[in-house]
């Protein structure tokens, strides 16, 4: 096995190569306004940092958000793209499933990025496998004293910018394909094993991962505008 994870829903820009016993090599950048320019070249500086070429990798798998319109689609269609061209499966996993096994933390938790807008994305977790609820997008204010977030750690950059609401906040901030990729050789693992994964998320398929589709939970900024005047030639 070879997996490329890509991770782009968030601000870093992560890629990572697993040999289905460790990660090979792995690179992570945090620049919210440069996915598509960032992320390629990261991909080829892992590929020759662990001796490989493209046409070695056997699986991608993508973090699909929750995350932003634009920088969300970079990583997806990327994956997507290798995957169609390598002939190779494309597995998406929750972006913040990637932060939550990246914690290690083995009580319960919850995960929260920044989804801009004053808002976080979120989800609360029994440990660093296993997601017990679906991603959702709150204002912090809303959710302050909510029965899933109250009284315990969280994990990532949402937390941080939100202290009053997320008193306990722990790492790591910001997404890291190295963790999504070994938390998805796991999952590999337990189905070839026929084990099944025995824990995920409750959206997740029967084999751990999720479509490789984007998961925005809400609309994107850039909307055909409504009522707009048709100009026609005279």
Known sequence: MLLLAVDTATPAVTVALHDGSSVLAAESQVDARRHGELLLPA????L????????????????????????????????????????????????????????????????????????????????ARTRLTEPAVDRPADIAGHEQVAGVPAVGAGAR???EVFPDARGPEHQSA?????????????????AGV????????????????????RRPDAEVPKNYKVVTPK
């Open 43 to 46: 991909v080829d500086r892992v």
């Open 48 to 127: 020759a940092e662990a001796g490989l070429k493209l046409e070695a990798v056997t699986d991608v798998v993508v973090g699909v958000g929750p995350g932003p319109y634009t920088g969300l689609r970079v990583g997806l269609v990327t994956a997507l793209t290798f995957g169609s061209v390598l002939g190779v499966p494309v597995r998406g996993l929750c972006t913040l499933d990637g932060l939550a096994y990246a914690s290690g933390l083995d009580g319960p938790f919850v995960v929260a990025t920044d989804a801009r807008r004053k808002e976080v994305y979120w989800a609360r977790y029994a440990d």
């Open 161 to 163: 910018l939100y202290p």
């Open 178 to 194: 190295a963790a999504l990729a070994s938390l998805a050789a796991e999952r590999l693992a337990a189905t070839a094993d026929g």
């Open 198 to 217: 025995g824990a995920g998320g409750p959206d997740d398929g029967d084999d751990g991962f999720l479509p490789a589709l984007p998961l925005y939970l």
